[in-house]
Each structure stands twice: as C-alpha cells, then as structure tokens.
C-alpha cells in the first residue's frame, strides 16, 4: 500500500554531515511508524532512529548526532547525520509500519516493519 524511495546517500569523510530523504507513495493517508535502520557488512540490521505521531527514538551510538524529522506535506521523512564517524559506514534503509492515532509504538526489530525503501550506503572515511 505504500512505496518508498530514498535518496541522499554517498561519501563522507569524519566529522561531516549528511542528508538521507525517503519519499512515500502510494495510500499514505493512513498513520505510520517511520524508522530508520542500518545494516554493515558481517553485522545484523539494526534500528538507528525512529518517529510516530508523538515521539522519536535514537540508537545510543547516534543520539546527539543523528535527527529524524518528518514533512507531511511532501509525505517525506528525514535523517540528518552530523558528525558521521567511520562507524557509521553501511547501507541505510528507511521502513514503515501502520499504527494507531497518537501511537508511541516505534519498531525496535527488523521484522517489525512491513514496508522498506531500496536502501542508501553511506561510506565515511577517516
């Protein structure tokens, strides 16, 4: 029922900043838990931030640098990733999920989410 595209992914070196944009289509009028995960090579994928209707969540090792945000009007979610470090080198995948209004359920596992964007690598070099 819905799509998703991202963009904005690419090189970086420490200490930059970078922009990932997933876009929705499709039957978008309905409310949806939105997260970012992350998956390098050799280790599981792993949520990195997410966002519903009422509050945010953030992975330990991105609090303080990464931002997600939402704009409705353009049915586009966000995540700002300052101060990039090499650890943060993988592919980058942005999920949905259908949740109740007002709901503060934000997925923590893989197969909690039920609609995925093709995904974004983001390298960061020393």
């Known amino acids: 029922q819905v799509q998703l595209v991202e963009s904005g992914g690419g090189l970086a070196q420490a200490g930059d900043s970078l922009r990932l944009s997933c876009a929705a289509s499709?039957?978008?009028?309905?409310?949806?838990?939105m997260g970012w995960l992350r998956q390098a090579p050799g280790k599981e994928r792993e949520l990195v931030a997410g966002i519903n209707s009422r509050t945010t969540y953030y992975a330990d090792s991105v609090e303080g640098r990464f931002t997600i945000s939402r704009d409705n009007d353009k049915k586009t979610v966000y995540l700002q990733m300052n101060s990039l470090k090499p650890e943060d080198t993988a592919v980058y995948y942005c999920?949905?999920?259908?949740?109740?209004?007002?709901?503060?359920?934000?997925?923590?596992?893989?197969?909690?989410?039920?609609?995925w964007g093709q995904g974004a690598q983001v390298t960061v070099s020393s």
């Open positions: 999920a949905a999920v259908r949740v109740g209004l007002y709901s503060d359920y934000i997925p923590r596992r893989r197969d909690g989410y039920d609609y």
């Open positions: 499709g039957r978008t009028d309905r409310n949806y838990a």
